[in-house]
T-cell receptor, first 111, second 112 residues
Framework: DTGVSQNPRHKITKRGQNVTFRCDPI?????LYWYRQTLGQGPEFLTY????????KSRLLSDRFSAERPKGSFSTLEIQRTEQGDSAMYLC?????????FGPGTRLTVL | DQQVKQNSPSLSVQEGRISILNCDYT??????FLWYKKYPAEGPTFLIS?????DKNEDGRFTVFLNKSAKHLSLHIVPSQPGDSAVYFC???????????FGKGTRLHILP
C-alpha cells in the first residue's frame, strides 16, 4: 500500500458525459502526477503539480481535460464531453524523479 | 518515437531460476531508470531504480544493471517466485522534466 488513494476505482459513463476523478496523496509529498494507461501500453504522462501549481501538461491533455490541486493536497482530474477514446486507466502518482509511487488507479469505460 | 523500449512482450521462466528483463532507451539525458511491477486492475508498484551514474543497484532478489554506452538496462530477479508473475515496466526520468517515461511492458510468467 503506497498510501495514495484514488476514487472511484471504476467509472462507466456514456459518451458526452463529464466525469471527475479524485486522488488523495500522502500528505508529505509535494509533487503529484497524473498518467493514463491504455491496453497494451505503458502509462503515459498527463500532467503534474508542485504543491498547488500545475507545472507541466502533456499534449495528450486536450482542452476537454482539466486538473486541479487546491491547497496542494488532493487533486481532481475532470474530463468533459467524454469520448470512447478516453477509456483507460487513470493513475495518480507521488514522489520525485527517482521514485514515484502510484495509487490503484481509476478505470474509465466510455460507452 | 519511443524513448524507452521493451522489445520482449512476454517471457516465461521456471520457478527458482533467474528472470532477466531487458530495456533499451534512446535519450542520453535520462538521470534515473526505474522498474515497476503491475498486476491486473492495480496501479504499478515501484520495485527498484538506478541513477545514471551507477552501473548496478541491488535490493533483495532484484538487481538492475545499467550499460550507458549501449543505452541498455536489465532487471534480474533471482530466484524467481510464482508471485513474480506480472507485467514489468521499464521507465526513465530526467530531473529537468521530472515526468516518467514508460516502456510498453514485458509480461513475465513464472512456471511451476
Amino acid at each position: 500500500d503506497t498510501g495514495v488513494s484514488q476514487n472511484p476505482r471504476h467509472k462507466i459513463t456514456k459518451r458526452g458525459q463529464n466525469v471527475t476523478f479524485r486522488c488523495d496523496p500522502i500528505s508529505e509529498h509535494n509533487r503529484l502526477y497524473w498518467y493514463r494507461q491504455t491496453l497494451g501500453q505503458g502509462p503515459e504522462f498527463l500532467t503534474y503539480f508542485q504543491n498547488e501549481a500545475q507545472l507541466e501538461k502533456s499534449r495528450l491533455l486536450s482542452d476537454r481535460f482539466s486538473a486541479e490541486r487546491p491547497k496542494g493536497s488532493f487533486s481532481t482530474l475532470e474530463i468533459q464531453r467524454t469520448e470512447q477514446g478516453d477509456s483507460a486507466m487513470y493513475l495518480c502518482g507521488q514522489g520525485a524523479t527517482d521514485t514515484q509511487y502510484f495509487g490503484p488507479g481509476t478505470r474509465l469505460t466510455v460507452l | 518515437d519511443q524513448q524507452v523500449k521493451q522489445n520482449s512482450p512476454s517471457l516465461s521462466v521456471q520457478e527458482g531460476r533467474i528472470s532477466i528483463l531487458n530495456c533499451d532507451y534512446t535519450n542520453s539525458m535520462f538521470d534515473y531508470f526505474l522498474w515497476y511491477k503491475k498486476y491486473p486492475a492495480e496501479g504499478p508498484t515501484f520495485l527498484i531504480s538506478i541513477s545514471s551514474i551507477k552501473d548496478k543497484n541491488e535490493d533483495g532478489r532484484f538487481t538492475v544493471f545499467l550499460n550507458k554506452s549501449a543505452k541498455h538496462l536489465s532487471l534480474h530477479i533471482v530466484p524467481s517466485q510464482p508471485g513474480d508473475s506480472a507485467v514489468y515496466f521499464c521507465a526513465a526520468s530526467a530531473i529537468l522534466h521530472d515526468k516518467i517515461i514508460f516502456g510498453k511492458g514485458t509480461r513475465l510468467h513464472i512456471l511451476p
